[in-house]
């Protein structure tokens, strides 16, 4: 820590927080939130939500037993002020960065994270699941889930919630209800939420407080009985969460420790049957006026001056993927009325908010919800339209069923630009785009190309706005290209043909995606030592260039194949032609380099790539170690 706090240097666990009194509490917040900020200045993350929920992380850790009660956090956006508070303050600075603590809660860093998280919508399902482990085993922990307003509009909070209700369990849900996603939240639940706090009975947070301390503290009498009830319909008109069996609190102010700390008392200490809904109200970005008059309200940031307020920006004028992509689809918009662009609350890190700044009507942000946002996609597709489903490779995971079952058994031309495909830096394994190749290129119907540069993406846009009777993908990574030249709009590739870079021999390196880089960097340092390669950009992934592979494989003693994601994909398919065709019969040596079987930790995107033996030196290994092979065969123990 780099300030002289009254009470923070002092708390190492939660332990330490049940020793203050409950005005210190307040300056302890204080200084959580100044400590994080500090912190998050020096290392970037995510800023905004950790300040929407610091007082809410002190009562917690000061009302219940962690890490004997289960505390689990939504996404993990928010963890930053509870990694503080539970043994991590000293390595706060290593948010994010190679071997240091990781942006989101990792069962494998500590003891106080339950349950692992990044991706949105899973706290509910997996506190049931521990609650409900808790009663088989005769247990008698709390379990405590926090939500966002965002993440609970999900489908799979709706199904955890229905379940939870059914159960009869005990557990807590804090409902912390900001009205402030990644984006701007969207659908029912939104306004649900909005409505719950502007109808015609409307009572003040103090007033709101007084009345559930007052039903709590008489909780056994039918008086009480009768004031929860009353309290609970007059406040919200009957909720959604009592009809699927949850007993509801709120909304209370989750900035005011005097309301939080005792109604999160009642919810530990009632004796019932059943789920508890805590409704909080916060702001995100609380405590930082810069992340308050932000419109993302610094949701994620790079380093910052506290001061300013001002982010480091890229020092590189060479455009982002994501902003080829969407200045291109936009050109092609102008001129065909029919592509649409769809995200799933990602729109500015998909470039789908240029992309509804110039199409509002033709741009669909269906919120956290990748599931429906392929399926509705699907739909748009039956009547003609284009639809591009610009979507993180980590999140389409979360839609795969659909994707297989209602685009590819159809046929339909659905368009997907995947973003983040490979691995993606500060975000770790969570958010790597390392199974889209392989989960997509099983399917039949589809095509999966990718881009190996920017200019190689605008020609795969170009060419996917007239492929109208099947599915297509475009898989490209984050950050910024390599600084070529964009062709026009009407330049285009053929589908299933990939292109000769360089023409060698003995050895050829068949690349797919944005290895090719690396592969021209491992070619000139051959070169040389007087090897001279061929290198091929791929392309496709599916359907591959069969007449090309045959060719290379007939003219050269050796084939490596080269992707940035895991065992099954690209270089799979590769090896199963080559098989099929009976190419391997002639003594032709065949190896494929891929992510290694296990999952990468976070760290500077080129490092991980290097751990990953993806890099440029291990590519020249890798062509040395083959050329110099020769065959063993050893029995494997």
Request: one cysteine or more; glycine letters at 8%; hydrophobic letters at 40%.
């Amino acid at each position: 820590m780099n300030k002289n706090y009254k009470f923070l240097e002092n708390i190492n666990f939660p332990s330490d927080i049940k020793k203050l009194s409950q005005a210190e509490l307040k300056i302890l917040a204080k200084e959580v939130r100044e400590e994080m900020i500090d912190a998050v200045s020096e290392t970037g993350g995510h800023l905004g939500a950790g300040l929407g929920v610091v007082e809410l992380t002190v009562a917690l850790h000061y009302i219940f037993n962690t890490p004997n009660d289960k505390l689990i956090w939504d996404v993990g956006h928010q963890s930053y002020p509870h990694k503080i508070l539970t043994g991590r303050k000293d390595k706060i600075r290593t948010l994010r960065k190679g071997n240091g603590l990781s942006g989101f809660t990792k069962r494998t860093e500590s003891e106080y994270d339950p349950f692992g998280a990044a991706h949105s919508s899973t706290s509910i399902s997996s506190a049931l699941g521990i609650a409900i482990a808790n009663k088989l085993s005769n247990k008698s922990n709390n379990v405590i889930a926090v939500i966002g307003d965002g993440a609970i509009s999900a489908g799979m909070s709706y199904e955890a919630m229905n379940n939870a209700g059914a159960s009869k369990t005990k557990m807590i849900v804090v409902l912390n209800d900001n009205d402030m996603s990644i984006a701007k939240p969207v659908g029912a639940m939104r306004t649900y939420l909005a409505r719950i706090l502007s109808g015609k009975i409307y009572f003040s947070f103090r007033e709101t407080i007084k009345l559930i301390i007052s039903a709590f503290s008489k909780r056994f009498s039918n008086k009480a009985g009768r004031a929860e009830v009353f309290l609970r319909s007059a406040v919200t008109g009957g909720t959604l969460f009592n009809s699927m069996g949850f007993h509801y609190i709120g909304p209370i102010d989750g900035h005011d420790l005097d309301a939080l700390i005792p109604v999160l008392k009642n919810a530990k200490e009632i004796n019932i049957d059943g789920p508890i809904m805590v409704h909080i109200k916060t702001q995100k970005g609380k405590g930082y006026k810069f992340a308050e008059k932000s419109e993302d309200k610094y949701h994620g940031v790079s380093k910052f001056n506290i001061s300013t307020g001002i982010q480091e920006k890229s020092k590189s004028n060479v455009p982002a993927y994501t902003k080829v992509f969407a200045q291109t689809l936009i050109k092609h918009a102008e001129k065909d009325s029919k592509i649409v662009g769809i995200t799933a609350a990602m729109p500015s890190g998909t470039g789908m908010d240029i992309f509804g700044e110039k199409f509002p009507s033709r741009m669909f942000d269906v919120g956290i919800a990748e599931q429906h946002a392929v399926t509705f996609a699907a739909g748009l597709a039956t009547e003609g339209y284009k639809p591009y489903a610009a979507i993180y490779s980590t999140f389409l995971q979360r839609a795969y069923d659909q994707v297989v079952h209602d685009v590819a058994i159809q046929s339909l031309p659905v368009r997907f630009a995947i973003d983040r495909a490979g691995l993606v830096g500060a975000d770790g394994p969570t958010h790597a785009g390392s199974f889209d190749i392989t989960y997509l290129s099983t399917l039949p119907n589809f095509i999966v190309m990718a881009a190996s540069d920017e200019a190689e993406l605008v020609r795969m846009i170009n060419t996917s706005v007239d492929i109208n009777d099947k599915p297509s993908a475009i898989r490209y990574p984050r950050g910024n290209g390599i600084g070529v030249n964009l062709p026009s709009n009407d330049e285009k590739i053929i589908i299933g043909k990939g292109r000769v870079i360089k023409e060698g021999k003995k050895i050829a390196i068949l690349n797919f995606g944005a290895r090719l880089k690396e592969c021209l960097i491992a070619e000139e340092n051959l070169k040389k030592k007087g090897i001279n390669l061929t290198v091929i950009d791929a392309r496709f992934a599916k359907p591959l260039d069969e007449n090309l592979i045959w060719q290379i494989a007939t003219e050269h003693e050796a084939i490596i194949t080269i992707e940035e994601g895991s065992i099954g994909g690209f270089g799979s398919h590769v090896g199963q032609f080559l098989s099929d065709k009976n190419l391997l019969d002639n003594n032709l040596k065949y190896r494929s380099m891929i992510l290694p079987d296990r999952f990468i930790d976070q760290d500077k995107p080129e490092l991980m790539y290097k751990y990953a033996g993806l890099d440029a030196v291990s590519i020249e290994t890798k062509v040395l170690d083959t050329l110099n092979s020769k065959v063993v065969i050893k029995k494997i123990n």
